[in-house]
T-cell receptor, first 112, second 115 residues
Framework: NAGVMQNPRHLVRRRGQEARLRCSPM?????VYWYRQLPEEGLKFMVY????????ESGMPKERFSAEFPKEGPSILRIQQVVRGDSAAYFC??????????FGQGTRLTVV | AQTVTQSQPEMSVQEAETVTLSCTYD???????LFWYKQPPSRQMILVIR??????QNATENRFSVNFQKAAKSFSLKISDSQLGDAAMYFC????????????FGTGTLLAVQP
């Protein structure tokens, strides 16, 4: 049973470009969570999605960030017009019916 | 809102010795879960141990155990017989007792293990 898969592992974007981060949850999991980890900090919750629905986006910046989890395919975290401050590691976690979330290995975004 | 505080940015322990990492939290909820995650240099988040707030008994997983003091809102992690592979960043995390698995993390403690 494959774990949570995130790709790419590393992503470099120039300021103003778009970044798309993908997350495939564990098989059978229908809940996805995105977190951001800035350098030297802990993980900060961004958004919680179930299939085709955003359940909690209280941690998402109001502009430039969006997330989706379509009926088919991976969850996508999209950052438009990236700025240097968006450089961070972005983690995805998935869960099923139990109270444990399984994390992917993260995507390290570098904005140059 | 719930908060999680880890007051030790860095800790060091000798191989085979015991170390305790501190964590305090603030919440007005009565139903919640607490976790310790390990993040080695690979960045993978690995669940170390989990504690349900309604359980009085402290959780134990092999060399890892917790001291859960609900009234004091304290949740420390004890690592016994420390090994070189235990060197990592350790994060304490809180989860509400509802249906969501949304986690609130502390800022982490970097543990070094000296041979």
């Amino acid at each position: 049973n494959a774990g949570v898969m995130q790709n790419p592992r590393h992503l470099v974007r120039r300021r103003g470009q778009e970044a798309r981060l993908r997350c495939s949850p564990m098989k059978g999991h229908s809940h996805v969570y995105w977190y951001r980890q800035l350098p030297e900090e802990g993980l900060k919750f961004m958004v919680y999605l179930q299939k085709e629905n955003i359940i909690d986006e209280s941690g998402m910046p109001k502009e430039r960030f969006s997330a989706e989890f379509p009926k088919e395919g991976p969850s996508i975290l999209r950052i438009q017009q990236v700025v240097r401050g968006d450089s961070a590691a972005y983690f995805c976690a998935s869960s099923g019916q139990v109270y444990e979330a399984f994390f992917g290995q993260g995507t390290r975004l570098t904005v140059v | 809102a719930q908060t999680v505080t880890q007051s030790q940015p860095e800790m060091s322990v000798q191989e085979a010795e015991t170390v305790t990492l501190s964590c305090t939290y603030d919440t007005s909820e009565s139903d919640y879960y607490l976790f310790w995650y390990k993040q080695p240099p690979s960045r993978q988040m690995i669940l170390v141990i989990r504690q349900e707030a309604y359980k009085q008994q402290n959780a134990t997983e092999n060399r890892f155990s917790v001291n859960f003091q609900k009234a004091a809102k304290s949740f420390s992690l004890k690592i016994s017989d420390s090994q070189l592979g235990d060197a990592a960043m350790y994060f304490c995390a809180y989860r509400s007792g509802g249906a969501t698995n949304k986690l609130i993390f502390g800022t982490g403690t970097l543990l070094a293990v000296q041979p």
